[in-house]
Nanobody, 123 residues
Framework: QVQLVESGGDLVQPGGSLRLSCAAS????????IGWFRQAPGKGREGLLC????????YYLESVKGRFTISRDNAKNTVYLQMNSLKPEDTAVYYC????????????????WGQGTQVTVSP
């Protein structure tokens, strides 16, 4: 059974950093593109960025470029989202998701989703 579990969400002050983890089970995520999304209260889910099986990153959201990076540790079957210079508008539930392909495609192409982890940015 394919499963993705996010962790690492927390309350952090503006300007702070946080690293989220996405642990996979039931499949080897090293062969697939993995993306991060978020959903803020009262808003739709938005794609942030994606990492391909060759570790190439694709950004879906311009406003996180230069602040968020994505990486993977295939030995741990885990993908990470490093978030720096956090702002109150980054407050949201963060999700990881997997595509069925090795390359990053559009945000509608994700087949498997985690349950999300809450990130709150507040003084």
């Amino acid at each position: 059974q394919v499963q993705l579990v996010e962790s690492g969400g927390d309350l952090v002050q503006p300007g702070g950093s946080l690293r989220l983890s996405c642990a996979a089970s039931g499949f080897n995520l090293e062969y697939y593109a993995i993306g991060w999304f978020r959903q803020a209260p009262g808003k739709g889910r938005e794609g942030l960025l994606c990492i391909s099986n060759s570790d190439s990153s694709t950004y879906y959201l311009e406003s996180v470029k230069g602040r968020f990076t994505i990486s993977r540790d295939n030995a741990k079957n885990t993908v990470y989202l490093q978030m720096n210079s956090l702002k109150p508008e980054d407050t949201a539930v963060y999700y990881c998701a997997a595509q069925r392909t090795s390359y990053c495609s559009n945000v509608r192409s994700y087949a498997y989703w985690g349950q999300g982890t809450q990130v709150t940015v507040s003084p």
